[in-house]
């Protein structure tokens, strides 16, 4: 099994820019594809940056969240500013609690977060039989670059079973 750490975290927010999934849930390689172009678009065309500007920390979240029956992503900060509200933005609440947290590198901040998502759901959280997922948002957290790689961290909140 992959290696994985379950830690407590308080509750917090994070100002997320989104785009709805179309491809279907199973479809990982529709999935993926789709949160690479949003990832490209919005890294080309500012907003990213002007995420980064609100930014509390260096961090940068891609959050899965399920909203009225959709499949969102967002691209998103942690913030401590009241952001404007534009079209595509939320603001998504994380609930503290105890949070399944799996550490990885990728050669980009799009390849580590499809490496961590795929460790996460395929093998940490079927072979987890002492914790569950219960639905609301998940997180891959890109911490920076080491060594020429993005390295960063998947949080997604359990209950004990």
Partial sequence: MADYTLEEKEGFIVFGLGTELKSDYMDYAGINQEKSDFWQ????????????AM?????????????????????????????????GSRVIQFPKGEYLVVKGE????????NALAGIAFGQVL??????????GPNAVVVMGQR??????????PVVRK
């Fill in 55 to 87: 930014a509390a920390n260096n961090y940068v979240f891609a959050v899965n969240e399920a909203v009225n029956n959709k499949m969102m992503y967002y691209a998103g900060v942690m913030t401590e500013a009241s952001p404007p509200a534009s079209e």
């Fill in 41 to 52: 678009a919005v890294s080309q065309d500012g907003r990213l940056d002007t995420l980064k």
């Fill in 147 to 156: 060594d020429g790689q993005s390295f960063g961290e998947m949080w997604i």
């Fill in 126 to 135: 079927p072979d987890a039989s002492h914790v569950a997922y219960v639905g």
């Fill in 106 to 113: 990728g050669r980009t901040a799009d390849e580590l977060s």
